[in-house]
Each structure stands twice: as structure tokens, then as C-alpha cells.
């Protein structure tokens, strides 16, 4: 059965870098635009970036813009998030799926989802 895999997330501080992996099993994803979304204690899970197939398009929430880029390597199946200059309000677990259909910034557009990995940001 399709999966998506997060790993790459820890407890870093104010200004630290991290890059998040997503490694997605099976042919489901071959073909698909992939993105990453973050849920907070307490909140809606929200829209963080997104990328096409080839990587031609890419897609960011304006929180995160000129921060953080989202790439992926096909032939590794396996879809990455760079985050620069982290922030306490960063802290949330991260999550990334399968677009399928639709605008890239609703969680409704999105399956195959991974179980998340915990970013946490100290002040």
C-alpha cells in the first residue's frame, strides 16, 4: 500500500536549519505534485509548500516564503523541505501527502498522508 514517510525533525533553536525527508513508497506517487503541510497544538493542520512532478512549479504559505524550499528527487521517491532561519512559531508536526486534484493549499486536495514528524523550535 502507497506511504508517505516523514523523517529529518528534532528540537532546534531560533535561526537553526533542518531539512525534512519525505520518502514515499509504491508507483502511487509516481506523476503527482507532493506537499508538506504542519499542524500546532491546538490548530487547523495548514498548508506549508508544495512542488509539481518535474519540480517546474513550487508553491509556499506566506509564513514560510523565502525561508524554506521544498524539492524532491524522483528517482529516489522522495520529496525534501529545507527550513532556514526557524522560528518558535514553527513548531508543529509536519506532514506530507499526495496532491490529487485541485488547489495546492487545502488539506482536501491531499492523501496518502504520512504519520508526521515533530519540528519543535526553542526561543
Known amino acids: 500500500q502507497a506511504q508517505a514517510a516523514e523523517s529529518g525533525g528534532g528540537l532546534v533553536q531560533a535561526g537553526d536549519s533542518l531539512r525534512l525527508s519525505c520518502a514515499a513508497s509504491?508507483?502511487?506517487?509516481?506523476?503527482?505534485?507532493m506537499g508538506w503541510f504542519r499542524q500546532a497544538p491546538g490548530k487547523e493542520r495548514e498548508f506549508v509548500a508544495a512542488?509539481?512532478?518535474?519540480?517546474?512549479?513550487?508553491y509556499y504559505a506566506d509564513s514560510v516564503k523565502g525561508r524554506f524550499t521544498i524539492s524532491r528527487d524522483n528517482a529516489k521517491n522522495t520529496v525534501y523541505l529545507q527550513m532556514n532561519n526557524l522560528r518558535p512559531e514553527d513548531t508543529a508536526v509536519y506532514y506530507c501527502?499526495?496532491?490529487?486534484?485541485?488547489?495546492?493549499?487545502?488539506?482536501?486536495?491531499?492523501?496518502?498522508w504520512g504519520q508526521g514528524t515533530q519540528v519543535t523550535v526553542s526561543s
Open positions: 501527502a499526495r496532491h490529487f486534484g485541485g488547489d495546492y493549499y487545502h488539506t482536501g486536495h491531499y492523501n496518502y
Open positions: 509504491g508507483r502511487t506517487f509516481s506523476g503527482y505534485p
Open positions: 512542488i509539481t512532478w518535474l519540480g517546474g512549479s513550487t
